[in-house]
């Protein structure tokens, strides 16, 4: 079983910065990050893949979110910059050990973190 670990959340000003991290057990080369609004469904944000890099599934986080990989700590990275009240919500990095394709759904996801809460508030 993947194991997932999340951390980087927290309270951040409007316009301020954050970066999630997210550790696995073992090597995946699909990983995607979603997250949950408050009163909202859960939504897909991006997704990483080994030789294609970033897939943005959202207009509203491009130039604002990256994603990055560290392979020899089997860790993704989601840098948020320009952070908006709107970007709060638990966000969630998945795995799939399967495949290379980017998918929305979460139900395409093997294995799923814990979620980290990220607020942005005065």
């Known amino acids: 079983q993947v194991q997932l670990v999340e951390s980087g959340g927290g309270l951040v000003q409007p316009g301020g910065s954050l970066r999630l991290s997210c550790a696995a057990s073992?090597?995946?080369?699909?990983i995607a990050w979603f997250r949950q609004a408050p009163g909202k469904e859960r939504e897909g944000i991006l997704c990483?893949?080994?030789?294609?890099?970033?897939?943005y599934l959202v207009d509203s986080v491009k130039g604002r979110f990256t994603a990055s990989r560290d392979n020899a700590k089997s860790t993704v990275y989601l840098q948020m910059n320009s952070l908006k009240p709107e970007d709060t919500a638990v966000y969630y990095c998945a795995a799939r050990t399967v495949g290379s394709l980017c998918w929305a759904a979460e139900t395409m996801y093997n294995y799923w973190g814990q979620g980290t809460q990220v607020t942005v508030s005065s």
């Open positions: 990483i893949r080994s030789k294609i890099g970033t897939t």
């Open positions: 073992e090597f995946t080369n699909n």
